[in-house]
C-alpha cells in the first residue's frame, strides 16, 4: 500500500507565513481605489505569490509512502561464533519472518551470510520461508561484517523501507563495520542487531608456558603452565555454560629429538586462570623445550582447542664456574669455602696472587670471582712483592659491567684497610655482589 505525502526539509520557514495579514491590511489601503474585482484579484496574487515564495524557501516535496518493508538478516558464520549460536540465529530469523507474514504478505525478507566476505544465502523475497541452516560456503577464518552491511545496501529492491537486522557477536578483524553502518543510517536504512554470544560455551586457554632461558646442571627449577577459563557473554539464543570444566593437563619436555612425559594430572578449572607448577631438575647440558596441553573431558565446553597448547624453552648450561683469588702467603685460608661451594655444584678454581690472570679473555670462563682477604700488594722484599695492576683492576670491573659477572669481596686483616683492598673505593660502587 503506497500514497503520497507532502513534506518539508526547512519547515521553519513557513513562519514566514505570517505576514499574509500584513499584505491583506497594506492592501486594504493601497487599493481601496480599485474596484471590487480587480481589488480581491490583486490581494489573491500577493497571497499566492508569498505562499508560493515560501514554499520554496521551506523546500517543500511530494513524498510518496510505501508500507511494504525489505528486512535482510545479516547472519555471522565466523568461527567465533558457535555452530548452535549460527543455527539459532537462522532459526530467529525464520520464525520473525514466518509470523510477520500471516499479517503482511507484502514485506519481503533475505539472508546474507558473512564470514571472510559476505554472500547472499537467500535473496529478498515475499514467497518461501527462508533457510534454517547454512547451505552455501563460508570462508569463517574471519569477521568481515562491513561487507556484507555493503553487500545489504546493494542488494535492497526500490520502492519500499529497508531494514536489515544484524546477528553476529561483533568480533569483527576486517573492515570497518561502524562506517558502514553510518552510510545505512544515511540513506534512510534501519538497523536492529540481535547479539550473539562469543563462544557460547566457555574456551580454555593455555595462556603460557614459563621456564627459567637458562639453568645449571643440578639446580631445580619450576616450569609454571598459566590456563585461563574464560567464561563468555550470555545471549538470547544460548545456554549459560558451566561454571567449572574437568581435563587433563600434561606437559611433555623435549631435547634432542626426545620426548618425554613430565607430568600429567586431571585437573578441574574455574573460571579465571589458574597456575600449574612442575619441579624440575636436569643432569645433562641441552637445549629443552617445555609444551603443556589441555584435553577436555567434555569438548563442547571448549570452542577453541587450537589455543590448547603452549611452550617456552630453557638452555641447560653446565655447573657455575668461580675463580677465587687469595693470597699467596696464605694460599689455605678459604679451602674450607671452596668445599662449601664444591658441594653446591659448583666448580672453583683457586688462583693465588702470584699468578693471576692476565687478559679480560681468562675471567670470561667464571661466573663468579671471589677477592678472599686479598691485599692490594703482597709481598715484603722488593723483589718479592706482588700486587694488582691498574690493568688488572679494570679487567674486573669491566667483567662485572660489561660482561654481567659477580664479584665477591672478603674482607679481612688484609683487605678492606686504607687503600689496601684491590678495588679502589672509587670503582667499588661500580661492581655488583656474586649472583
Not at 521551506?58 to 508500507?67: M, P, T
Not at 562506517?179 to 593455555?206: F, K, T, Y
Not at 555454560?241 to 585437573?267: F, M, N
Not at 578441574?268 to 617445555?290: M, P
Request: proline share 5%; hydrophobic share 45%; glycine share 8%.
Amino acid at each position: 500500500m503506497q500514497w503520497l505525502q507532502l513534506s518539508f526539509d526547512r519547515p521553519w520557514f513557513l513562519l514566514l507565513l505570517m505576514l499574509l495579514p500584513a499584505i491583506w491590511v497594506m492592501g486594504w489601503r493601497s487599493l481601496s481605489g480599485l474596484g471590487r474585482v480587480r481589488f480581491y484579484t490583486a490581494l489573491t496574487f500577493r497571497s499566492l505569490l508569498l505562499i508560493l515564495l515560501v514554499c520554496a524557501l521551506a523546500e517543500i516535496q511530494l513524498v510518496r509512502i510505501s508500507q511494504r518493508i525489505v528486512a535482510l538478516f545479516l547472519i555471522d558464520q565466523s568461527t567465533s561464533v558457535a555452530a548452535d549460536e549460527r543455527r539459532a540465529a537462522f532459526e530467529y530469523a525464520g520464525s520473525t519472518v514466518a509470523k510477520h507474514r500471516d499479517t503482511v504478505v507484502e514485506d519481503q525478507a533475505g539472508v546474507i551470510v558473512f564470514g571472510s566476505q559476505a554472500q547472499i544465502e537467500h535473496a529478498p523475497s515475499p514467497a518461501g520461508p527462508l533457510p534454517k541452516q547454512l547451505e552455501s560456503t563460508v570462508d569463517d577464518s574471519r569477521t568481515n561484517l562491513a561487507a556484507a552491511m555493503r553487500l545489504a545496501k546493494a542488494s535492497f529492491p526500490a520502492g519500499a523501507a529497508k531494514r536489515v537486522v544484524i546477528l553476529s557477536d561483533g568480533n569483527q578483524n576486517v573492515g570497518d563495520a561502524l562506517s558502514e553502518a553510518r552510510d545505512l543510517a544515511a540513506a534512510g536504512i534501519g538497523i536492529d542487531v540481535a547479539p550473539l554470544a562469543h563462544g557460547p560455551q566457555g574456551d580454555v586457554v593455555v595462556e603460557r608456558v614459563t621456564a627459567p632461558t637458562g639453568a645449571r646442571i643440578g639446580q631445580a627449577f619450576d616450569v609454571q603452565v598459566v590456563v585461563d577459563y574464560r567464561l563468555p557473554p550470555v545471549s538470547q539464543f544460548s545456554k549459560p555454560p558451566p561454571s567449572t570444566v574437568r581435563g587433563k593437563l600434561s606437559i611433555v619436555r623435549r631435547a634432542s629429538g626426545h620426548t618425554q612425559l613430565v607430568g600429567e594430572e586431571e585437573v578441574t578449572l574455574r573460571a579465571g586462570k589458574q597456575v600449574f607448577q612442575f619441579r624440575q631438575q636436569l643432569d645433562e647440558t641441552a637445549f629443552y623445550t617445555y609444551e603443556a596441553r589441555f584435553v577436555p573431558a567434555d569438548a563442547k565446553f571448549d570452542h577453541y582447542v587450537q589455543n590448547n597448547a603452549a611452550a617456552a624453552f630453557t638452555h641447560l648450561q653446565g655447573r657455575g664456574r668461580v675463580l677465587l683469588i687469595v693470597n699467596s702467603e696464605n694460599p689455605l685460608e678459604f679451602d674450607g669455602l671452596a668445599d662449601l661451594l664444591r658441594k653446591h655444584e659448583l666448580e672453583v678454581t683457586i688462583q693465588p696472587t702470584n699468578a693471576l690472570f692476565s687478559s679480560l679473555g681468562e675471567l670470561q670462563n667464571f661466573d663468579c670471582v671471589v677477592l678472599g682477604n686479598v691485599p692490594r700488594t703482597t709481598g715484603v722484599l722488593a723483589d718479592e712483592l706482588q700486587q694488582f695492576t691498574d690493568e688488572q683492576v679494570n679487567m674486573l670491573v669491566k667483567n662485572v659491567e660489561q660482561l654481567g659477572a659477580g664479584l665477591v669481596m672478603i674482607g679481612g686483616p688484609e683487605s678492606f684497610g686504607a687503600g689496601a683492598g684491590p678495588i679502589p673505593n672509587s670503582k667499588r660502587r661500580s661492581l655488583s655482589i656474586c649472583r
